[in-house]
C-alpha cells in the first residue's frame, strides 16, 4: 500500500469520525448531556485529519520529485 492511498483513507477516516462527533455533540447538547467528549474527538479526529492531509501533500511532492527525476 502506498503513502497516498494510506493518506487518503486517513482522510475519509478522520472526516467520518468528525461528522459523528459532531452529531453526537447536537444530540446531547439538546438532551442536556455532556458534550466534553464529543469536543474531544473532533479536536482529535480535525489533528488526525490534517496529519493525513500533510502526508498526502508529502507523499505527492516525492513522486513529483522521483518523476523529474526519471525524465
Same mark, same amino acid.
Given at each position: 500500500?502506498?503513502?497516498?492511498?494510506?493518506?487518503?483513507?486517513?482522510?475519509?477516516?478522520? !472526516?467520518?469520525?468528525?461528522?459523528? *462527533?459532531?452529531? $453526537?455533540?447536537? =444530540?446531547? %447538547?439538546?438532551?442536556?448531556?455532556?458534550? +466534553?467528549? @464529543?469536543?474531544?474527538?473532533?479536536?482529535? !479526529?480535525?489533528?488526525?485529519?490534517? *496529519?493525513?492531509? $500533510?502526508?498526502? =501533500?508529502? %507523499?505527492?511532492?516525492?513522486?513529483?520529485? +522521483?518523476? @523529474?527525476?526519471?525524465?
Amino acid at each position: 500500500m502506498n503513502a497516498i492511498s494510506t493518506a487518503y483513507q486517513g482522510i475519509v477516516s478522520a !472526516s467520518n469520525r468528525f461528522d459523528k *462527533a459532531a452529531s $453526537s455533540t447536537v =444530540k446531547n %447538547a439538546s438532551d442536556g448531556k455532556d458534550i +466534553l467528549t @464529543d469536543l474531544v474527538e473532533q479536536i482529535d !479526529s480535525r489533528t488526525a485529519f490534517e *496529519a493525513n492531509i $500533510s502526508v498526502f =501533500k508529502a %507523499a505527492d511532492a516525492m513522486l513529483g520529485k +522521483l518523476l @523529474d527525476i526519471k525524465t
